[in-house]
């Protein structure tokens, strides 16, 4: 959309620059741990893509934002929100005041947003625009309008209450294995040598399957730096062996599983007691939510499914040559190891 008729403008700025970033990504309602100032900074450290905020405005007032990297494939340029390989489920726009806001109101904001997108991938001369929305954002229609591919993906989440009612909602399988196992193995908030326990081990896991390891060196440690006690270990012991842990995140009133338990011993429940003590930390923390992110990988929903979770669905929308688009979610197969 050409700027001297639109109703909106739009520019490119740095996380440093947005000033006004940190307000907006607390009060929007759509907003994750992933959007968050802390999160992005880190990302902007650690990795080359440095993270760049598109803001959409009209007159003085912001009505959207979209944090993203610009990403170099060959002679290729590629718009990314959120980048690939750094564990970060979500990201896509903010718009401010957008639940309160009427019907015709939110389509013209959703509108002016996909119009910018558009203007900054003709400007950059990007090929290819990859997002993935945060759930509650489901009205993909004006970025249809605008030759983007919208594709649902899914997450499980579970409502958490009081912990009698939440072991009654554990398929009886699950029930069994953590009760003839919980005595022998322990579970406890994790030390900065489990932190780096855990990373050795992901890291050798991924090795013996001859895959990258999932999130750079240093990543997590500058992710607890920022993060604080928002950024929880669950780790898993029988008498004082390390047997396995889980990555959580608090955000708001929802704990999330982020970067899943590691295999264990064989013939030992561990995943399944390190996600019931999860969910047990949750309810004692006030959380009341708990998400096991992997719903869209068969293999792991397999397991999550146990738990008896409801599925929470979310967009990831895509713009791009089928050759450019086909090369990258390739890419993102081998990365996890689901070719």
């Known amino acids: ?10 520019h490119e700025e740095t996380l440093s620059e947005a000033g006004y970033y940190p307000e907006l990504a607390s009060a929007s309602q759509h907003s994750t741990i992933f959007h968050s100032p802390e999160w992005l900074k880190v990302v902007s450290c650690i ?3 440095r993270v760049q905020i ?22 290729l340029r590629v718009i990314l929100s959120p980048p690939a390989g750094l564990g970060m489920q979500y990201l896509g726009p903010l718009i401010p005041h957008f639940e309160g806001m009427k019907q015709d109101k939110r389509e013209r904001r959703l509108d002016a947003i996909a119009g910018a997108v558009i203007e900054h991938m003709r400007s ?7 997002m993935r929305w945060t759930p509650g954002l489901a009205d993909a229609r004006a970025f249809q309008w605008q030759g983007f591919e919208a594709l649902p993906r899914y997450s499980y989440v579970l409502p958490l209450s009081d912990e009698k009612s939440m072991w009654e909602r554990l398929k009886q399988e699950a029930r069994l294995h953590i009760k003839r196992h919980s005595e ?5 908030v994790g030390t900065d ?23 750079p060196a240093t990543y997590l440690r500058a992710l607890r730096a920022e993060l604080g006690d928002r950024l929880v270990l669950m780790v898993a012991r029988r008498a004082g062996e390390w047997l396995g842990a889980a990555a959580l995140i608090r955000f708001r009133e929802r704990l999330i599983l982020w970067q899943g ?9 561990v995943n399944d007691i390190l996600v019931w003590n999860s969910i047990q930390f949750g309810c004692e923390a006030g959380c009341r939510e708990f998400e096991l992110m992997g719903a869209n990988t068969k293999r792991i929903s397999e397991f999550k ?8 669905t979310y967009l990831e929308l895509r713009k791009g040559p089928p050759f450019v688009s086909s090369a990258f979610k390739l890419a993102a197969r081998l990365r996890s190891g689901n070719p």
Request: hydrophobic share 35%; aromatic share 6%.
């Open 1 to 10: 959309m050409d700027k001297l008729t639109s109703p909106w403008v739009s």
């Open 124 to 130: 950059t001369r990007s090929r290819l625009c990859q």
């Open 193 to 215: 040598g489990d932190w780096s326990t855990f990373e050795d081990r992901t890291r050798a896991r991924y090795a013996d399957q001859g895959l990258t390891a999932p999130l």
């Open 47 to 49: 990795d080359l893509r």
């Open 261 to 269: 338990a590691l295999k264990g011993t064989p013939g030992l429940p």
């Open 305 to 312: 499914a146990k738990f008896n979770p409801g599925l929470e």
């Open 184 to 188: 022998a193995i322990s579970t406890s």
């Open 54 to 75: 598109l803001r959409v405005a009209q007159g003085q007032e912001t009505i959207g934002v979209l944090p993203h990297v610009h990403l170099r494939h060959g002679p």
